[in-house]
């Protein structure tokens, strides 16, 4: 019985193994996974000033002379910035070691990188966790124009670093601008008076940590009125001796030195970058002595004929700017109006066409004449002279960027040729006036497009009353 019992076990073990499948082990496979889990990743090269290479020139200062963070150098090499502009060289020597400057400097020049940088490395140096709305550096700009500008540029130099911005300015994004403030902690807040003081008012900002305060275009905020609120800001931040304070001008006069001498330490550096240095050696200037009749029969053949691709055309009012923009594209030439009755989320999307090439003509005002940098711009074009000469030199500004060479060309008629000796006086040197060529003068071509007016509106009669039945008709 036993052996029975036996006979039967075997039986069935041989069964169970016929039926239970055969696998057969890949012999390199799983090997190969478990050696490419265990297998370390290269590291990626770390980036050292050994890849940014620049030659020391005679006269010229570079930004290695100044011992600064590698995160800062990275970005500047990213840039391309070999070499500091005048107002660079002469400000960071000074900025970097925490003084007070006030500076003269006009747009263009890379003031706004020599604050950004001093920022950077001050903070990078000096770590410090900071709550949501309560900035380490605060940055205060006339314009929208101008925060976007600089929130631009110090996001560029930032990139490798875990500092933070916000922009703070009127016109749009209220409540996306409060949501950031509310979310995280930010480190730089650059801001137009108006909106900041909005939200300090709310709570959402308190200035009393800020240790760098920046006025940038100091001269423009006494022009616009901003004065006022800009001192109420400063009374909320730390005692001057208590914070470094940097301060941009592009005119020095006595009320501009007033404010910088109650804001800034005894000690602070007064650096001046005269007007040859930053426009005369890089833009060729020319005014055209023109008719108010004629000037945009020239304008149009200047830029027709020179086949320009990249224009900036300024004016003295909206209404001409309008009006300019209405003429051109009825020489079917596509342009697009900037000026300051215009929203500023159209603003926004206008300057980015002009960039991108979308457009290549822009008609602005003065709005424009501050923070906006677009890379290539070949001529500026004064249609109108401006009434400030200092104005003048903000406008041209916006060609022959950071050494590069720019054209501007003005035209000068009846009256505002009697502002040319103001504008020269300012710049410190002549500017040549010549008649236009037969080439500018030459008549305009049939328009593409005829100019339909506006319908009037309707004028509807005047109500009076439903007129009485006449009776004699009812018998």
């Known amino acids: 019985m036993k052996q029975f019992f036996l006979f039967l076990k075997t039986l069935f073990s041989k069964k169970r193994r016929a039926e239970s499948p055969v696998i ?9 996974k478990i050696q490419k889990k265990n297998l370390a990743k290269p590291r990626e090269k770390r980036w050292s000033l050994h890849d940014f290479p620049v030659e020391q020139k005679e006269g010229e200062t570079r930004f290695h002379d100044f011992d600064l963070p590698l995160d800062i150098m990275h970005a500047i090499a990213d840039l391309k910035f070999n070499y500091c502009t005048p107002i660079q060289a002469k400000l960071l020597s000074h900025t970097l070691k925490g003084k007070d400057a006030t500076a003269k400097a006009q747009t263009g020049t890379g003031k706004s990188a020599s604050f950004i940088i ?19 550096a605060l940055i205060l700009a006339p314009t929208r124009e101008l925060v976007h500008q600089i929130e631009k540029d110090f996001k560029d130099l930032a990139k490798y670093t875990n500092l933070k911005i916000i922009a703070i300015f009127g016109g749009t994004g209220y409540n996306q601008q409060q949501t950031m403030l509310k979310e995280r902690p930010v480190d730089v807040i650059v801001a137009t008076p108006g909106r900041l003081i909005d939200f300090m008012g709310k709570g959402l900002i308190d200035p009393s940590k800020v240790e760098i305060v920046v006025l940038d275009e100091a001269d423009r905020m006494l022009d616009m009125g901003f004065i006022p609120d800009v001192r109420k800001i400063i009374l ?4 001057k001796n208590k914070r470094q304070t940097l301060f941009f ?31 005369g050696d890089s833009i060729q200037q020319i005014i055209y002595i023109s008719a108010e009749k004629d000037k945009f029969k020239h304008v149009y053949n200047l830029i027709n004929n020179e086949q320009l691709t990249r224009v900036l055309l300024f004016v003295n009012r909206k209404d001409t700017a309008r009006t300019l923009s209405e003429k051109f594209e009825r020489y079917g030439r596509k342009c697009s ?12 999307k206008v300057l980015e066409d002009f960039k991108n090439g979308r457009i290549n003509l822009l008609i602005a005002t003065d709005v424009a004449a501050r923070g906006l940098h677009v890379e290539d711009i070949s001529h500026v074009i004064n249609y109108d002279l401006p009434y400030e000469p200092e104005h003048y030199i903000h406008r041209i500004g916006r060609t022959g960027r950071a050494g590069a060479k720019g054209i501007s060309i003005s035209f000068a008629d009846e009256t505002s040729s009697f502002f040319i000796p103001k504008i020269e006086e300012v710049l410190g040197n002549k500017i040549e006036c010549v008649y236009p060529s037969e080439a500018l003068d030459k008549p305009l071509p049939e328009p593409k497009k005829k100019y339909y007016s506006k319908p009037r509106a309707k004028i509807r009669k005047p109500f009076r009353g439903n007129k009485r039945p006449d009776r004699n008709r009812q018998k």
């Open 249 to 279: 001008s592009a005119t020095l006069t006595p009320e501009v030195l007033r404010l910088a001498q109650t804001w800034s330490t005894q000690d602070g550096v007064q650096i001046e970058i005269d007007h040859e240095q930053a426009a």
């Open 24 to 32: 057969i082990p890949s012999p390199s496979r799983p090997e190969t």
């Open 236 to 239: 909320k931040t730390p005692h």
């Open 337 to 348: 109006v900037l000026s300051g009755d215009i929203a500023q989320d159209k603003r926004f």
């Open 118 to 136: 001093t920022i950077l490395a001050a903070f990078i140096k000096k770590s410090f966790k900071n709550r949501n709305g309560t900035p380490r």
